[in-house]
């Protein structure tokens, strides 16, 4: 079946650690998103990637990054900088880019949380 | 900037009845607004998109509605069944900018 995982279901980061999420498609979609959510509250675009080799930044970037080696694959690294990683992670793919009429996949998400 | 609001925060229902889920956007220049279900611990299921040029779509017992100038959709669900039971966010698509999710509206529908 064509779809996103997300691995690992849950991760727990110790102080001063970077951790890196897995996202990985096999739906063929060009663009690929992560968001964040906090309860109570909406998703909020972390990076996105329209194509291999570029991504661009979303609201809330700071103390995170990505890379996109791989059609495929749009792993995000949670690092030491971000002082409050503690969310619920999501990553979505799409055919094309944002100005599209095609609806975003979801995967079924990481939960980090501090130890 | 452009803001998402839903009301309610949360319902709470008989099973059978029909309801209205609301989405209000400060921005009406949107390319297109998706209706989504997200279970409790899970990742999200597109319901619906509406284009900016239309005014409803269906799917079921699903009808979405989208009023651009007003900035409002909402979200009908007739014969509400437990199964229904979830949370729904709606989206709007900025003109390629980004998406920009409501906080979602709680659904308890009860057997």
């Known amino acids: 079946d064509g779809g996103i995982t997300q691995s690992p279901k849950y991760l727990f980061r110790k102080e001063g650690q970077n951790v890196t999420l897995s996202c990985e498609q096999n739906?063929?979609?060009?663009?690929m998103y992560w968001y964040r959510q906090d309860p109570g509250q909406g998703l909020r675009l972390i990076y996105y990637s329209q194509i291999v080799n570029d991504f661009q930044k979303g609201d809330i970037a700071e103390g995170y990054s990505v890379s996109r080696e791989k059609k495929e694959s749009f792993p995000l690294t949670v690092t030491s900088a971000q002082k409050n990683p503690t969310a619920f992670y999501l990553c979505?793919?799409?055919?094309?880019?944002?100005?599209?009429?095609?609806?975003?996949?979801f995967g079924d998400g990481t939960r980090l949380s501090i130890l | 900037k452009q803001e998402v609001t839903q009301i309610p925060a949360a319902l709470s229902v008989p099973e059978g009845e029909n309801l209205v889920l609301n989405c209000s956007f400060t921005d009406s220049a949107i390319y297109n607004l998706q209706w989504f279900r997200q279970d409790p611990g899970k990742g999200l299921t597109s319901l619906l998109l509406i284009q900016s040029s239309q005014r409803e779509q269906t799917s079921g017992r699903l009808n979405a509605s989208l009023d651009k100038s007003s900035g409002r959709s909402t979200l009908y669900i007739a014969a509400s069944q437990p199964g229904d039971s979830a949370t729904y966010l709606c989206?709007?698509?900025?003109?390629?900018?980004?998406?920009?999710f409501g906080p979602g509206t709680r659904l308890s529908v009860l057997p």
């Open positions: 739906l063929n979609h060009d663009a």
């Open positions: 989206a709007v698509n900025n003109y390629g900018q980004n998406f920009v």
């Open positions: 979505a793919s799409s055919p094309r880019d944002l100005v599209s009429n095609q609806p975003q996949h």
